[in-house]
């Protein structure tokens, strides 16, 4: 597995992993600030971005994943740094070969298990009939009759694009992802202990991490803290890039 990726800067590594539907693209804005200090790995996770497709879709081969990639990239102990679904992937990572993390940053996700909830988002993808689709604003506003939010549909749509015959395509692997779509809020890190220095961020207007959640957190991580972004929600790299990279500088230093 060669996994895509961009790097950006020079200094310690820091390794970005996106969430579903994501990829490296995502977090090009944010990281140049990191860029000035650190040297940033973003990633493109398998099934995503212009990383390899693949039948399967779990957290521990994507941890797999990540360790060929500090292998291939003469990486050896790293700031990894994850959101949602890369979350529960550096968590994996995190489990299995906490020696390799120097600190750890989960941003909105918990160990805990989720239901699937992203019905919606695939059932808008799979309204489109990427055969017959003439252009990006007809797929705008075929996905607009299910999902109302702007913000929402561009993210989706950053996967799409048209190859040099002309033909529109998804960059993720959606059948996979579709398939594969109950295993991405799955439980981790049963019965585990991790000593890895992490940090733990959640969006104030976010439900992804909850009090609740926040006791399980110490239960497993046994050198982590908490903190609460003000006024964000589920991608707080997005709504508030300025709070989270102050957050993220003052854990690092």
Partial sequence: MHLYFRKLGTGKPIVILHGLFGSSDNWLTVSKAFSEKYEVFLIDLRNHGQSPHTESHTYEEMAEDLVQFLVQNNLEKIILIGHSMGGKTAMA????????????????ISPRYYPPHHQRELDALHSLDLSKLQNRQEADEIMAKSIPELGVRQFLLKNLY?????IFKWRMNLPVLTTQINRIGEESLKNSSISVPTLFLRG?????ISENDIKLIQTIFTNAQTTTILNAGHWIQAEQPKAFQDVVFNFLA
């Fill in 93 to 108: 990572f995190a489990q299995k070969y906490p020696q390799k993390i120097e600190k750890l940053i989960i941003v909105d």
């Fill in 162 to 166: 048209r190859t040099e015959d002309g």
């Fill in 204 to 208: 104030e207007n976010s439900n992804y």
